[in-house]
Every structure is written in structure tokens, then in C-alpha cells.
């Protein structure tokens, strides 16, 4: 079994993930957005019982704009890690949070939210896949 490590921005707390991940994409939603400070936030979702916090579970912080996503955080240094989305049982870990990751994104999600138009030829869903509740509208590129 594959197991990823990553950590914070300073490093106070570290993360484990084992298997692999369920899917891995970008998502271009407002929130995701702002959270990110970022044009599009490049997502790997996980089984919940996959990731673990190994070392520095007292700076780990918390932020709930929404019920659909635990916006996890360290309280020392600012750095996302991961959101918990319980809704749809999945914990998006960061792509950049687990360099050792091979990042292989397979969609757009939210893509009708875009400010960075992007050119990949991977399918871009106007909101979420038909499986995740949304709508399974596929936009073109």
C-alpha cells in the first residue's frame, strides 16, 4: 500500500495518507478560490480513514463556512492542509500538501465559477458529477 506524507507551510504538523486517492482534479468554485488564494485549487480525495495527522493535532485549526466542507488548518503558521467534506464522505488533502503525490488530475469541477480558463482536455463539469450530487452537465473547454 502507497503512503504519502506532507506537512504545513512551517511544518508543526504533519499528515499521512495511505492507498490511493479516490479522484484528483481542480476545482474553480468561489470558495475554493478564496481559501486557496489561488485562480483554481488542485484537489486529491481521500477516503477518510486514509489520512492521518501524525504529529501536531494541538495546532491544527478549524473553519466551517458551510456544512459540506471542515476547512482544516494549522494555527501557527496559517497553512491549509485539508477540507473534511462530510456530505459526500471524502477529505480533499491539497495536492501541494503531499509533494510525493504523482498528481494525476482527471476533471474540472465548478468550472462555470472559472477566472482561469484551462486547456487540458480533461472533462469540465459545470458544477459536480452526477455521483457527487451535482448536476453532470459537462462544459466545453
Given at each position: 500500500m502507497s503512503v504519502y506524507t506532507g506537512n504545513c507551510f512551517c511544518g508543526?504538523?504533519?499528515?499521512e495518507v495511505s492507498g490511493e486517492p479516490e479522484a484528483m482534479g481542480y476545482c474553480h468554485c468561489e470558495s475554493c478560490r478564496k481559501w486557496s488564494a489561488g485562480p483554481v485549487n488542485a484537489f486529491s480525495l481521500w477516503k477518510p480513514e486514509s489520512v492521518k495527522v501524525t504529529k501536531g493535532s494541538e495546532k491544527i485549526g478549524h473553519f466551517m463556512k458551510t456544512e459540506t466542507s471542515n476547512r482544516i488548518f494549522c494555527t501557527e503558521c496559517g497553512g491549509h492542509i485539508m477540507t473534511e467534506h462530510?456530505?459526500?464522505g471524502v477529505t480533499?488533502?491539497?495536492?501541494?500538501?503531499i509533494p510525493s503525490l504523482v498528481f494525476k488530475p482527471g476533471l474540472h469541477v465548478n468550472y462555470e465559477d472559472t477566472v482561469l480558463p484551462m486547456h487540458d482536455g480533461l472533462t469540465k463539469f459545470k458544477d459536480m458529477p452526477a455521483e457527487a450530487g451535482g448536476s453532470g452537465v459537462e462544459l466545453p473547454e
Amino acid at each position: 500500500m502507497s503512503v504519502y506524507t506532507g506537512n504545513c507551510f512551517c511544518g508543526s504538523v504533519e499528515i499521512e495518507v495511505s492507498g490511493e486517492p479516490e479522484a484528483m482534479g481542480y476545482c474553480h468554485c468561489e470558495s475554493c478560490r478564496k481559501w486557496s488564494a489561488g485562480p483554481v485549487n488542485a484537489f486529491s480525495l481521500w477516503k477518510p480513514e486514509s489520512v492521518k495527522v501524525t504529529k501536531g493535532s494541538e495546532k491544527i485549526g478549524h473553519f466551517m463556512k458551510t456544512e459540506t466542507s471542515n476547512r482544516i488548518f494549522c494555527t501557527e503558521c496559517g497553512g491549509h492542509i485539508m477540507t473534511e467534506h462530510p456530505t459526500w464522505g471524502v477529505t480533499d488533502v491539497y495536492a501541494a500538501t503531499i509533494p510525493s503525490l504523482v498528481f494525476k488530475p482527471g476533471l474540472h469541477v465548478n468550472y462555470e465559477d472559472t477566472v482561469l480558463p484551462m486547456h487540458d482536455g480533461l472533462t469540465k463539469f459545470k458544477d459536480m458529477p452526477a455521483e457527487a450530487g451535482g448536476s453532470g452537465v459537462e462544459l466545453p473547454e
